[in-house]
Each structure stands twice: as C-alpha cells, then as structure tokens.
C-alpha cells in the first residue's frame, strides 16, 4: 500500500468567488440518491488513478451505505458538496467527523472535468463552510504518490501534519 501523509489547514475566511455551482448533501430524502450517484461517479473518478484499489461498483455502494452509517464518524453533510445534475455527479467533496476533527474523507472529479478547477472550487466551498463554526481546522490524507493532489491542497493552504493520527492529534496543537 502507498504511504500517506495527513494534511491540516487552519480555517480562515479566504471566500472566493465561484465559477461551478455546488450543492450540499444536507437533503435527508436523498441519501440513497445521495449514494447511488455518488458511488458511480468515485468509480469513476477514482479508476485508473493511484488511488484505485479496484473497487467495482458494487463495493462502492457499500463503502457510501457505510460512510452514510458513520464507518469514519459522522456524515457532515452541511460541509459535503457535488457537482452535477440530476442524472450524476462530477466533482464531490465528502467530510465526515473523524475523531472530532473534520477529515475530507473523499475529494473526486471525473477525468473529463480534471484541470477545470473543479476539484479547487470544491475545496475551497467546503474550507468556506466551515467559517464561523467551532472547528477551526480540516483534515484530510493524500497519498503520497498523487503528486497533483498534494499541489492543489498545498496551494489551499494544507500543510504535512504527519502519518499516523495517534501522533498528529496528540503532539500538536490544533485549537485557535
């Protein structure tokens, strides 16, 4: 398995101007439409790439039914965005409360929207949602092999914070 580093960036009130619409997975009706699309747009979105661990689209139903269930801690679906239609999704923003930190869990734009700026406005919208709130910093991991990630969260403001959790949320410190 690749090795992957553990990113963090303070909240701060950056709000940009954005090009892409972008809507939050705060409906509860839709949540098993929520899953549906969601799942094939990281089969998707995640084929191919370093990412890909071969997941078909049967195990990424079940990998949403079970992130919707709280796998990584609690959906925060006010801070989870996506773009697309009625039909499917082309770029998501997933963040769940990971051991009472905000984790983005998932970040996925399909291939034919990469180098659009999707991914960042979608960064950036989530980074937004969580002005004024008491969390005051985001996490998220990237593998270290996905150099493209590594740029984009690195031009965000996202900084190494480490590799192992038990380390990152003991040693530092991440209040205000």
Avoid at 40 to 60: K, N
Wanted: hydrophobic content about 40%.
């Amino acid at each position: 398995m690749s090795q992957r580093t553990i990113m963090v960036k303070k909240v701060t009130a950056e709000q940009q101007p954005f090009h892409f619409a972008f809507a939050a997975m705060t409906e509860e009706k839709k949540v098993k439409w929520y899953q549906e699309k969601l799942a094939r747009h990281l089969l998707v979105a995640f084929e191919g790439t370093v990412d890909d661990q071969g997941e078909d689209l049967a195990q990424w139903q079940l990998e949403l039914e079970e992130v919707f269930q709280g796998k990584y801690g609690p959906l925060l679906t006010e801070h989870s965005f996506y773009h697309g239609d009625s039909d499917s999704i082309t770029g998501s923003v997933i963040v769940t409360l990971f051991r009472d930190i905000p984790l983005v869990i998932y970040l996925a734009v399909e291939s034919m929207n990469r180098g659009t700026g999707l991914a960042q406005e979608l960064m950036q919208r989530m980074l937004d949602s969580f002005i004024g709130t008491d969390y005051q910093h985001v996490f998220l991991v990237v593998t270290d092999e996905n150099s493209a990630a590594k740029r984009l969260y690195e031009r965000l403001g996202f900084e190494a914070a480490g590799t192992d959790w038990d380390t990152v949320l003991t040693e530092r410190d991440f209040s205000n």
